[in-house]
Structure formats: C-alpha cells, structure tokens
C-alpha cells in the first residue's frame, strides 16, 4: 500500500450528531412534506432507502432539516442480527419531500479543514471491517444500539482526498445506476396498479360504456370486451358476467418448507435459502445443503408473500433459492397474468394486516388465505390485461436482475478500494 496512505481515527475527523425527538402527536399516517430519516430507511450493506414512510406535521427545527448529499449514520436498530447498525446513508433529493434529521439516526459532519471527503466516509461505513466494529460494542438484547463515541473510535487507513474523490466517483457511479433501475421499476409498477386499479377497481371502461361513451385509452376491439352494465354480488357492483372467486381460482399457492435452521450457513455451502428477513431486500441471507423433499425453489418471476409480520406480495427478482417455512409463493393458474393476481392479492393482505390485534408478531395463516375472494372477469379481458402488462412485469424482473448484478460488483470493489488493495489509476491529459 501507498505511503500517503495514513492511519487515522474517525474522531480526528468528523463529528457525529444526534437527531431531534420530534413528538409523536404530530406523526401523521398521510402523505406530508416532511418525512423522518429512521433506522428503516437504510438498506442492509448500507444506502439509503424510501421504505415506509414516517410522516410529520408539526414545527421544525432548522438546524434538524437535512439537506441532499448529507451523510447519515443509523445508531438503533431492532433486527436480532442488528441488520443495518452502523451503516451510512446518503441523503437523496425526493420531489415533494423534505427530510428530517431525527433521533437513533447521527448527522455525520466533517471537521474544518479535515483532509475527509463525505463521499469517501459514506462508504468506508459500509464495509465489513468498520461494521464489525461497531456491532461487536452494540448494547442492548432487543433493540442494538451503537453511539458516537463508539463510531468514532474506528482506526483506518486514510488515502489522499485525491483518490478518496475517485474511489467514491466509482462507487457512486454504480449506486447512481442501481438507483436509475429501480426507479424505473417504481414507474414501471406504478402503470401496471393504475391499469389494474381503472380496470378491476374503478371499472371505468364499464361505466364509460353504460353512460354511452367510448372507454378511454383503450382500442374498440378491448372496449367491446367491456360489458356495458353492473350487477349486484357479495362485493357489491361489479361488471355484469364478472365472477366472485376464491384465490385458488386464479393461483395455486406453494408453502416454504421447514429446513434444518442448524444448517444454515454464509459460506455458500449448499443452496441459497429465502426467509422472511430477506424479502425486503431480494436476497437470499443463508445457504443450506439440505434438499427438503417439500421443498420448493423460487424462480425470478414469483410472487412471493411474508407470512409474519408485514404482509406484502413480492415480485421476486432475486437468485433462485430455496423457500422457507412461513413464507409462500402465489403462482397465477394458465390465463391469469401476473400482475392481476399480484395486484388483486395486495389489497386482501393489507386487509389482514389491519385486522389483526396481536401485539407481537402479526400472523398470516392458511385459515385466512382460504377466505381471499376475488373478481374474476372474463378471461378475455384477463388475456389482454396480460398483453399490456406483460412486458412491464418482465421488464421489472429483468431490471432487478440487473441492479443485483451491479450491487455485487459495487460490494467486491467496496472493500479493495477503501483499503487501498484494488489502486485506481488516474490518467493526466
């Protein structure tokens, strides 16, 4: 390594600040201007995520509105493994939306005159070697936590603030990529739930027909697929001709199977494995050599659905892998597209999800997926549904593939280039 490398402590050269404890009573369940930074909004391996947003209506104090490009450092987090303890993020510019700085979450802020790119750090907090020591401190049985005096008593090797420029430049430039994809993907499913929504919820080419109008968006031949009137089921108006159907009519669903947790392994031994803890991010935590003769694998494609804690229907863009026990895959039946079942499902978990009255862990149970009713229109419909939808659920996986690939390069550059073992090399014109 190069001598202009220097050992150096963090202390020596940023600060950590503490967030605000805004009040709870101006929380606000409903879109605001203002959302709170929270541990929830760092991914696993570090980078900022929308996830679920935690809205705020109430004063604000200045000094606590953050600003793009600032760096975040998460010191809470409620994960037994402590997920995502420690790892940085790097404020990102939201339309509409204005980040606060709240508490569990440090404000990283470099010292005057300190020879320390915010780039630079952003992504020395997400390696291994700095995560490792801040999770081998962590207090707390449930809830870890991590402290500013703790984050900046790390040691490391501290390049010029010429190739710190570089190695961030590199690093940025692939995150800048994956975040482009999955944007993308947020436009792409965000067409599909409007088409969805017009043509099964709102039923707008039906009312458009019955108040004597052509049905917009749509070509005469789709229009007459259309019926032109309403009749009364257990759901209420729905298109004449449309049928109530149970779930199992348009899916089949397939159950994880109860692999050996003692087998479990991160050396890649075996065949990568999906629980619940990985669906957020996509990707399999743990491999296992056991081939479980229930076992299903789940394929790029599949709709995959957490069976504790927070419902939602995944559109799987990860590895294949193994499905474990408590989480299923809803697979369309010939005729029924994916993206009518995995929007037809949604609303029904969210259902679930708000009746439950647990305290701890809320549970989705066969007992629970057998009463799913849906509307089922005609399959002609259904067919041209999947003629438009097609190509955008194809196009998402694809694209989650793709930022997969990229977050694997980005994660075996990450380590080489902040520790000067992978040198760039910088041409002069």
């Not at 303890?85 to 802020?109: D, M, S, Y």
């Not at 049985?141 to 005096?149: D, E, G, L, N, Q």
């Not at 729905?238 to 692999?259: K, N």
């Not at 957020?280 to 494609?301: I, N, S, W």
Request: neutral net charge.
């Amino acid at each position: 390594m190069s001598a202009e490398w220097q050992e150096a402590q963090l202390s020596e050269l940023i600060t950590v600040k503490h967030g605000f404890a805004f009040k709870g009573e101006h929380f606000s369940d409903s879109a605001t201007a203002y959302q709170l930074v929270t541990p929830g909004n760092f991914s696993i391996g570090g980078g900022f995520q929308l996830g679920k947003g935690k809205y705020y209506n109430g004063p604000v104090p200045n000094d606590y509105v953050l600003q793009k490009g600032e760096v975040v450092v998460t010191m809470t987090d409620l994960s037994k493994a402590a997920d995502t303890l420690g790892f940085a993020a790097v404020i990102p510019k939201t339309q509409g939306t204005t980040w606060l700085h709240n508490q569990r979450v440090g404000l990283i802020e470099v010292r005057p005159n300190a020879p320390l790119t915010l780039g630079f750090v952003h992504y020395l907090m997400r390696t291994s070697e700095y995560r490792h020591w801040v999770v081998s401190s962590a207090t707390g049985s449930t809830v870890k936590h991590t402290a500013p005096s703790r984050i900046c008593s790390y040691r490391f090797r501290l390049p010029p603030v010429s190739d710190q420029i570089g190695i961030a430049n590199i690093l940025t430039a692939l995150d800048d990529r994956i975040t482009l994809l999955r944007e993308t993907n947020a436009t792409l499913e965000a067409i599909a739930q409007a088409l969805f929504k017009s043509w099964f919820v709102d039923f707008d080419p039906v009312r458009a027909k019955l108040e004597g109008r052509a049905p917009e968006g749509m070509d005469e031949a789709t229009a007459r697929l259309f019926p032109d009137s309403f009749e009364e089921s257990e759901l209420g108006l729905v298109p004449r001709g449309w049928r109530v159907e149970s779930v199992y009519t348009v899916s089949t669903l397939i159950y994880g199977a109860p692999f050996a947790s003692k087998q479990f392994n991160s050396n890649r031994d075996g065949a990568p494995l999906i629980r619940i803890r990985d669906l957020r991010d996509e990707a399999p935590g743990v491999f296992t050599p056991e081939v479980h003769p229930k076992g299903y694998m789940v394929q790029p494609g599949d709709i995959v659905v957490g069976m504790d804690g927070e419902f939602r229907a995944y559109l799987w863009g990860g590895e294949p892998a193994w499905l474990n026990q408590r989480v299923c895959v809803v697979a369309p039946k010939a005729g029924c597209p994916a993206a009518f079942v995995h929007r037809a499902i949604m609303p029904l978990l969210a259902a679930v999800e708000a009746s439950e009255t647990a305290t701890t862990v809320i549970h989705l149970g066969k007992n629970d997926i057998d009463r799913f009713r849906i509307l089922v229109p005609d399959a002609r419909v259904l067919a041209a549904f999947g003629k438009l939808t097609g190509g955008l659920y194809s196009k998402i996986v694809n694209s989650k593939q793709s930022a997969r690939t990229l977050a694997t390069l980005r994660d075996t550059l990450l380590p080489r280039l902040i520790s000067g073992q992978l040198r760039l090399t910088l041409e002069s014109n």
